[in-house]
């Protein structure tokens, strides 16, 4: 079982996102949560990927065409780091 902290960015934001974002980030969620990160790729809708430059770090899922979801993970303690809901602008 993988735990998801959200960064308190994303709870600020959650009211304001459009009722199938939220869904698909509560799907994405409930995936990552039972199964890990790596059980994204058999989902081609999220098109789950590492980020280059400064967000090498950091994973991109695809809420739909216009918003991503920036995460981090911590593989030594099971934990996904959900940082920010964005519209595509890195």
Do not use: A, C
């Not at 799907?27 to 990552?32: A, Q």
Request: aromatic share 12%; charged share 35%; glycine share 4%.
């Amino acid at each position: 079982m993988w735990i998801i902290k959200e960064h308190k960015d994303i709870l600020k934001i959650r009211p304001r996102l459009q009722p199938e974002v939220l869904k698909k980030y509560e799907l994405w969620k409930s995936i990552v949560s039972r199964h890990g990160p790596n059980k994204l790729k058999e989902f081609p809708g999220f098109h789950d990927e590492k980020l280059k430059g400064k967000y090498e770090d950091e994973r991109s899922s695809r809420l739909n065409l216009q918003f991503r979801l920036i995460y981090r993970v911590d593989t030594n303690v099971t934990t996904v780091y959900s940082l920010k809901i964005t519209p595509h602008e890195y």
